[in-house]
């Protein structure tokens, strides 16, 4: 059965030191992997995503993250967070053939001062 | 461009009562998604409508639940009557044409409270 792994359900980060959030995947197709933040009280919004080509990809707001297909990861990066990234992250999977996505359950991210 | 716009973002109701939400896509979007976000958890589909016909209602409660898209535009969501564990966030959102690779745009939810 197609599933998204968070492995992490919270992470606590000092200001300005390096992030890593995990997402782990099963599915049988190449897969469309995307990373989603919600911040409290607001909705999704999308960081970045990967359909194909170069492995590793750039998204908003100083995020990237690396598809690796033989680990079946897609860890999103951040080289220095602010106290502004404290949010809930969301991995999600999906495939050309079936329009739905699977979500994880997310990590919540606190920033330390 | 405006974004998804939903409403009301809270509401408190007792068991058994009924509720409704509404939702207002991005112009130009025919794909429109209801999730249920229970908390610690990620969004759940309920139902995803492409222009007014339904194309996915599997996991949406259909004893309980109904939702609708009149003229392709804005949707309803209503629960009758609601259950404690329909306490959730309940997230609106809407891509361009509904294919996997496309962003989908969320709206700020509303958040029940089932007492």
């Known amino acids: 059965a197609q599933s998204v792994t968070q492995p992490d359900i919270h992470i606590t980060v000092s200001e300005g030191a390096s992030l890593e959030l995990r997402c782990n995947y099963s599915?049988?197709?190449?897969?469309?992997l995307f990373w989603y933040v919600q911040s409290p009280g607001q909705g999704l919004q999308l960081l970045l995503k990967y359909f194909s080509g170069d492995t590793l990809v750039q998204g908003i707001k100083g995020f990237e993250a690396e598809f690796k297909r033989s680990q079946s990861s897609f860890n999103l990066r951040k080289p220095s967070v602010h106290w502004s990234d404290a949010a809930e992250y969301f991995c999600a999977v999906g495939e050309e053939s079936n329009y739905q996505l699977i979500w994880g359950a997310g990590t919540k991210l606190i920033i330390k001062p | 461009e405006a974004g998804v716009a939903q409403s009301p973002r809270y509401k408190i109701i007792e068991k058994r009562q009924s509720v409704a939400f509404w939702c207002n896509p991005i112009?130009?979007?025919?794909?429109l998604y209801w999730y249920q976000q229970i908390l610690g958890q990620g969004p759940k589909l309920l139902i995803q409508f492409q222009n007014n016909g339904v194309v996915d209602d599997s996991q949406l409660p259909k004893d309980r639940f109904s939702a609708e898209r009149l003229k392709g535009v804005d949707s309803t969501l209503k629960i009758q009557p609601a259950k404690l564990e329909d306490s959730a966030v309940y997230l609106c959102?809407?891509?361009?044409?509904?294919?996997?690779?496309?962003?989908?745009?969320f709206g700020p939810g509303t958040r029940l409270l089932v007492l």
């Open positions: 959102a809407s891509s361009y044409s509904g294919r996997a690779r496309e962003t989908q745009y």
């Open positions: 599915y049988g197709a190449t897969p469309y």
């Open positions: 112009s130009g979007h025919a794909t």
